[in-house]
């Protein structure tokens, strides 16, 4: 009896079953025919605009009891796209939706496009999204999965033109509802100039946001994790943003490997470094509404060194902020990222405390114990205080270091008086020594090459347009022992009182003076060209080089030293003596006053062994014509000794010309000069025409008096 009453049951349930499939079959037969589609549609799109305030559109819609398929869905900002898709298929819980709720069990989008812009105005097209919030009709929405795959996302910028975009982007979001969290995640490649061929950054996010209803002031969203790849450097973000009208945003970032690799393609010219580990942590507001936004936290890690800031920026009519930093730097850290600063082996530290607006800058910049191996030496225990007042008030109170195991320090200062730049130095030290760079000390000291070279002898080209102004400088230095690059002195002092300062010196005005004792020229040519300053010291000392071997003026001094004999010992002509570019010398002075460009030699005085003159006239850096006059003596020769021979210097810098005056009784008083003066070693060399017992003889005779303007090739009595 119980088998026959089981199988009446099973056979009962497949007819129940059937007739439920079958009613069911019919009413989504009956939907989709005589549901009035239209109507639902339209309410769909109106809720949807009030909900996103933006305007939505729907192509084709089929309805079902478990379903919507939806063809060209698009959605508008004040009737610009906005995003829009190809195809929609949603499947939702028929018995959540007659209790007022909308599940949505599944959402797949094929063909999602995304269109953010930046207005004209400066506005973003989706702030009037954020900005709006609305009560949801639905006790909730909730979606349990949606999918969208190979999507794009471009963004625009009709201010600048720029462009990006966000290809191949596929998106996952799991228990989306407007109530409670929800998880987000992407990937996509991003493509920063749009269509152009450049390097392609694959990234990855995962997020959970919790809309709050769709009360945009209490809204917020978490970024559990953003990833992205490029060019072995790779980057990890976290944060959280509250507030979508005015965004609150605290974000931590890691940098890893980053190199110059990965700025190539913007800058193909970046030194060569490597900084293995970057943190950053950033709190900040913005307030779209106002163009303002607030930076309450930003703190940079790497390399063993810390920067942290904070301030605040509008930018609504005119451009303002107000900034704070303060940045403690290891120089060991950067000096080992940089490819080229390893040689350099940098250690030490600097500490700045700076504070800035759109008008005003300050600083106080402090550097502790540093040193560098540099091509002039070892640089070690250098200390630097630096007070910013403004860009127009800088000020240098103390610098100190050493230098090849040798003490130096100064002071130095920078201020913009009625616009017009003031520049002061001081400097003090016993013995500065400074190796000559490799380069610098292959290269031999040539006179020819110092003084006859067009690129080098040529007057300066005037530059048109400097972008600064004229300057008044004042510089100071004592130096007991000096050994740099291209000249070595003792008991070296300099002073320089100069206004209307530019590279030309053509509106310069001022004192210079300088006095050296025992030393060497090294490379008359690099110490001239050096700079402003050491060009308007020594171009005077190879204007006259040039002069005195172009009229042979060793030769004519020797050849009265030696009674017209200036035959070697086999009783040949010996071969004409020229200044060279390296010259020693037992001391050096120079007064220089400047007036509207004019250089005038009030006192300038060289003394050596070989050669001394005394020097006086004009240098006219506007035209570069030349008038001066050159007393000169053989040998080394006193201030206040006998110089018998006189050189007239005209021309130009580019050419300058000369003649020679030798007194009539010019013999006689260079023997007796040189036999009471011992410290001549020229004395020596020609011992044999002056100590030798032969009898005494006449000078050469006089040779024609060069034409004006011309170079001479010998002297006139």
């Not at 439920?20 to 989709?32: E, G, H, I, P, T």
């Not at 980057?235 to 945003?249: C, D, S, T, W, Y």
């Amino acid at each position: 009896m119980k088998r026959p009453r089981l199988r009446a049951i099973k056979k009962a349930a497949l007819y129940a079953a059937g007739f439920v499939f079958a009613l069911l079959f019919a009413a989504q037969l009956s939907l989709r025919f005589l549901l009035p589609l239209e109507s639902v549609k339209n309410r769909a799109e109106d809720f949807v605009s009030r909900a996103m305030g933006a305007q939505m559109r729907v192509e084709g819609l089929r309805a079902g009891l478990l379903g919507l398929y939806l063809q060209g869905v698009s959605l508008d900002i004040e009737n610009k796209p906005f995003a829009s898709a190809r195809q929609v298929n949603v499947r939702f819980s028929l018995l959540r939706l007659l209790k007022g709720e909308l599940k949505l069990k599944d959402i797949r989008i094929d063909g999602f496009t995304l269109q953010i812009a930046r207005l004209p105005g400066g506005v973003f097209n989706i702030e009037a999204f954020f900005a709006t919030s609305v009560i949801v009709p639905f006790n909730d929405i909730v979606i349990r999965q949606m999918q969208v795959r190979n999507a794009l996302v471009t963004f625009y910028d009709s201010q600048t033109g720029r462009c990006a975009r966000l290809e191949d982007v596929s998106v996952e979001m799991d228990d989306f509802s407007f109530k409670k969290p929800f998880g987000l995640a992407a990937n996509a490649v991003l493509n920063a100039r749009c269509g152009a061929d450049t390097e392609k950054l694959p990234l990855a996010f995962t997020l959970r946001p919790d809309l709050k209803n769709l009360d945009f002031d209490a809204a917020q969203a978490e970024l559990v994790l953003f990833a992205a790849r490029l060019k072995g450097a790779s980057l990890q973000a976290r944060g959280v943003l509250a507030n979508f009208n005015k965004p609150e945003i605290k974000l931590n970032l890691s940098l890893n490997n980053l190199s110059d690799a990965l700025l190539k393609p913007l800058a193909p010219a970046a030194p060569a470094f490597l900084v293995p580990l970057v943190n950053i942590n950033a709190a900040a507001t913005f307030d779209y509404q106002n163009s303002a936004a607030q930076l309450h936290d930003l703190s940079l890690a790497f390399l063993n060194s810390r920067i942290k800031a904070g301030g605040a920026i509008s930018y609504a009519k005119k451009l303002k902020y107000n900034f704070k930093a303060q940045a403690d730097i290891a120089l060991e850290g950067p000096g080992g990222a940089l490819a080229l600063a390893k040689n350099y082996k940098l250690k030490g530290a600097a500490a700045l405390q700076t504070e800035f607006t759109e008008k005003t800058l300050k600083a106080s910049v402090k550097v502790r114990d540093a040193g560098a191996t540099l091509p002039q030496g070892v640089l070690e225990k250098l200390n630097i205080n630096i007070d910013v007042i403004n860009l127009r008030d800088i000020k240098m109170p103390l610098f100190a270091g050493v230098l090849n195991g040798h003490d130096f320090s100064g002071a130095a200062a920078y201020l913009v008086q009625n616009n017009k730049p003031l520049l002061s130095l001081n400097f003090k030290a016993d013995t500065l020594l400074a190796k000559t760079p490799v380069a610098a000390a292959a290269a031999p000291a040539r006179a020819d090459v110092i003084l006859d070279a067009p690129a080098a002898s040529k007057t300066p080209k005037r530059v048109e347009n400097w972008p600064l102004a004229p300057a008044r400088v004042t510089l100071e230095a004592e130096i007991k022992k000096l050994d740099i690059p291209y000249i070595a002195a003792g008991h070296l002092s300099f002073k320089a009182d100069m206004d209307n300062v530019t590279p030309l010196l053509d509106k310069a005005q001022g004192r210079l003076e300088l006095s050296a004792g025992a030393g060497v020229i090294k490379d008359l040519y690099r110490l001239t060209n050096a700079n402003a300053v050491t060009k308007v010291l020594f171009v005077s000392l190879g204007v006259v080089s040039r002069v005195v071997n172009t009229l042979n003026v060793l030769g004519v001094l020797n050849n009265l030293i030696a009674g017209g004999r200036n035959v070697d010992k086999s009783g040949r002509q010996t071969a004409q003596e020229k200044m060279q570019g390296h010259m020693d010398f037992n001391s050096f002075t120079s007064d220089i006053t400047f007036e509207n460009g004019v250089s005038t030699i009030n006192d300038g005085y060289f003394r050596s062994d070989k050669l001394s003159f005394a020097l006086k006239g004009d240098i006219d850096f506007n035209s570069g014509k030349l008038d001066m006059s050159v007393h000169a003596a053989p040998g080394n020769v006193t201030q206040r000794g006998m110089m018998p021979l006189t050189i007239a210097v005209g021309g130009t810098l580019d050419d300058p010309r000369g003649s020679m005056n030798i007194l009539a009784n010019a013999a006689s008083l260079v023997r007796e000069t040189l036999l009471h003066n011992p410290a001549v070693n020229i004395l020596r060399s020609a011992g044999s025409a002056v100590t030798g017992g032969g009898k005494e003889k006449s000078p050469a005779p006089a040779r024609e008096r060069p034409q004006e303007g011309r170079p001479a090739q010998g002297g006139a009595m």
